[in-house]
């Protein structure tokens, strides 16, 4: 398959080969309203995948200008060119409060006390929460946690405090789940230059708050 923009939807091996100097990634929370309204601008595809983004010229424009050096506000507009706006919401609003638990937690939320807190079965919750996000608890939940271990490097703490923070065992366990969650070394730098922590926390999107808004 080849594409200048593509969509790959969650837990799905895939391998990319590069056609040029350099590609732009963009991570969204699966099953947010902006995983939603971006999957809505693309125009084609197949086996899952979805390719040809329909403001595609413009993006490869921006993002060519996209480095580990850009202020937030320029990689945000991009991202937001990207995903579009949108008042998408979850057809099930005890997803959306659940995500927006996970994410704000400031301790591991078990799915059983998830469940519990939003009146339903585990089993239950479990499968409502895979058709409502695409990808499973236990994927979602580690995905949280490198939320809070980037925000954490993004505001200047070292890598055991980020660790710590992110609920990791330890900061070789962060580094090996970042390698399996994004096929990179947490120490790789983007463009080859600046600050290591600058370049990690540009791998892990933003938390938007709005993200889960429901009707």
């Known amino acids: ?12 091996r895939h391998h990319l080969t590069a056609g040029g100097e350099r590609m732009v990634f963009l991570y969204l929370d699966p099953g947010s309203a902006k995983d939603r ?3 809505a601008r693309f125009t084609a595809g197949e086996y899952g995948v979805m390719t040809g983004h329909d403001a595609e010229a413009a993006l490869l424009v921006r993002a060519a200008a996209i480095s580990a050096h850009s202020p937030d506000r320029q990689v945000a507009a991009w991202t937001d060119e990207a995903t579009g706006h949108t008042t998408a919401s979850f057809t099930d609003p005890r ?3 659940a995500l927006r638990r996970l994410i704000g937690a400031d301790e591991p939320v078990p799915a059983a006390l998830l469940a519990a807190e939003l009146g339903l079965s585990e089993s239950r919750f479990l499968r409502l929460f895979r058709d409502g996000t695409g990808t499973s608890y236990r994927r979602f939940r580690l995905w949280a946690q490198m ?3 980037a925000r954490a490097l993004a505001t200047g703490e070292n890598l055991t405090r ?21 096929g990179r070394s947490r120490r790789t730098r983007v463009d080859g230059a600046g600050p290591q922590n600058r370049s990690i926390a540009a791998v892990v999107t933003t938390y938007d708050a709005d993200a889960w808004a429901t009707d």
């Open 37 to 39: 309204a971006c999957r």
């Open 162 to 182: 980020a660790a710590a923070d992110g609920y990791f065992a330890s900061p070789s366990h962060f580094s090996t789940a970042f390698h399996a969650m994004f």
């Open 95 to 97: 997803i959306a409060a």
């Open 1 to 12: 398959m080849r594409a200048r923009t593509a969509l790959i939807p969650p837990r799905t």
């Open 147 to 149: 939320h809070r271990a």
